[in-house]
T-cell receptor, first 109, second 114 residues
Framework: EDQVTQSPEALRLQEGESSSLNCSYT??????LFWYRQDPGKGPEFLFT???AGEEKEKERLKATLTKKESFLHITAPKPEDSATYLC??????????FGSGTKLNVKP | DGGITQSPKYLFRKEGQNVTLSCEQN?????MYWYRQDPGQGLRLIYY???????QKGDIAEGYSVSREKKESFPLTVTSAQKNPTAFYLC?????????????FGQGTRLTVV
């Protein structure tokens, strides 16, 4: 069965301490890999789409990369306002998005 | 502004009642989705629709029903058959197929059974 696995479940960083979040996905039939940010009590906010292995996208302190089996969300010199839950989702056939359970990031000043 | 509007933001339901959650989009998207989110869990797909008057069950459709009479609207009914309906419900929409297929979400409805 198609599925998406994210790690770690939670991550605590000091402000300025760079790190990476991982998203592993089932390989066959992937049409796109998506990253979202979700703040408490809000809907997920779209960050990036990646379509093929080797692709990279950047936005401020965030960079998303895609390999044949996984995607990484790299956070460079994070700030407290980057604290949120980061979700990844894989799109397969029939327009079905499969979401991971997320990584809850807490950046301490 | 284009976007997805969910209402109400908070909803309380008595046991045995049916309730309907509203989702409207003005993005001209063909595909619409309903997800359920429980604390500490990812989003689970309830129903999705790729075109008007057509919809498919997701992974946890039991106890829920939907309709898609208009492109802009995809209401979700939580029936009394849903044994554990207390959750955060998210509606999303996307272009059906091709580049730019990312899904955009509404701000959610928090349903509580009282």
């Amino acid at each position: 069965e198609d599925q998406v696995t994210q790690s770690p479940e939670a991550l605590r960083l000091q402000e300025g301490e760079s790190s990476s979040l991982n998203c592993s996905y089932t390989v066959s039939g992937l049409r796109g890999l998506f990253w979202y940010r979700q703040d408490p009590g809000k809907g997920p906010e779209f960050l990036f789409t990646l379509y093929s292995a080797g692709e990279e996208k950047e936005k401020e302190r965030l960079k998303a990369t895609l390999t044949k089996k996984e995607s990484f969300l790299h956070i460079t010199a994070p700030k407290p306002e980057d604290s949120a839950t980061y979700l990844c989702a894989a799109l397969y056939n029939f327009n079905k998005f499969y979401f991971g359970s997320g990584t809850k990031l807490n950046v301490k000043p | 502004d284009g976007g997805i509007t969910q209402s109400p933001k908070y909803l309380f339901r008595k046991e045995g009642q049916n309730v309907t959650l509203s989702c409207e989009q003005n993005l001209n998207h063909d595909a619409m989705y309903w997800y359920r989110q429980d604390p500490g869990q990812g989003l689970r797909l309830i129903y999705y629709s790729q075109i008007v008057n057509d919809f498919q069950k997701g992974d946890i459709a039991e106890g829920y029903s939907v309709s898609r009479e208009k492109k802009e609207s995809f209401p979700l009914t939580v029936t009394s058959a849903q044994k554990n309906p207390t959750a955060f419900y998210l509606c999303a929409s996307s272009i059906a197929g091709g580049p730019g297929t990312e899904a955009f979400f509404g701000q959610g409805t928090r349903l509580t059974v009282v």
